[in-house]
């Protein structure tokens, strides 16, 4: 199965409310990425975790990492029609250096209700 | 941040015919490129690693002859899907590794806008 799967595939939520992604990877990582992507566009790089880093903050949005259990979550706050979009989770678990690509997850698609 | 760009951002061939896709640091040089394809509703695959000056790294399953990739300077990599069929219709994103040495070493893609093609 393909590493850094997220959780839930979907999700619709109402405007102001908070959005929690989850993602889980496999192998032993440096980091992990979060990206949003507007339907048909390209990446927005949204926030970068190293593998020493249980949490960090980024504006109105939180990541967090547990190595233990190989996961992540993103959480969105006061979440605004604007965040619609597909959040992806990506690693740098090919190599461990970075020095190749990266792991995609399969992605949330997140839905602001106005 | 720093920019990637892509060209064309569509593009619609006939089948057997061969397109190139441009990917370009903007403002800064990438000794690495990487290719992804996207397909519909799902998740960037890596294709390919484009390393300036030297061969490419095809991931498996992916065709080294029919993704010709070409990266002939530090801010421009290319990708040639040569013959190609409605199969190979996908959005195709390139990124550049931007990688800063110190004691405060970065290392991070930048992503282009994507390349949507349609294979008719």
């Known amino acids: 199965s393909q590493q850094g799967e997220e959780d839930p595939q979907a999700l619709s939520i109402q405007e102001g409310e908070n959005a929690t992604m989850n993602c889980s990877y496999k192998?032993?990582?440096?980091?992990l990425q979060w990206y949003r992507q507007n339907s048909g566009r390209g990446l927005v790089h949204l926030i970068l975790i190293r593998s020493n880093e249980r949490e960090k903050h980024s504006g109105r949005l939180r990541v967090t990492l547990d190595t233990s259990k190989k996961s992540s979550s993103l959480l969105i706050t006061a979440s605004r029609a604007a965040d619609t979009a597909s959040y992806f989770c990506a690693t740098d678990e090919r190599s461990g250096g970075g020095a190749d690509g990266l792991t995609f997850g399969k992605g949330t698609h997140l839905i602001i209700q106005p | 941040g720093a920019v990637v760009s892509q060209h064309p951002s569509r593009v619609i061939c006939k089948s057997g015919t061969s397109v190139k896709i441009e990917c370009r640091s903007l403002?800064?040089?990438?000794?690495?490129m990487f290719w992804y394809r996207q397909f519909p509703k799902q998740s960037l695959m890596l294709m390919a690693t484009s390393n300036e000056g030297s061969k490419a790294t095809y991931e498996q399953g992916v065709e080294k002859d029919k993704f010709l990739i070409n990266h002939a300077s530090l801010t421009l990599s290319t990708l040639t899907v040569t013959s190609a069929h409605p199969e190979d219709s996908s959005f195709y994103i390139c990124?550049?590794?931007?990688?800063?040495?110190?004691?405060?070493?970065?290392?991070?893609?930048?992503f282009g806008p994507g390349t949507r093609l349609t294979v008719l």
């Open positions: 403002d800064f040089q990438a000794t690495t």
């Open positions: 990124s550049a590794r931007d990688f800063l040495a110190g004691p405060s070493s970065t290392d991070t893609q930048y």
């Open positions: 192998t032993s990582i440096n980091n």
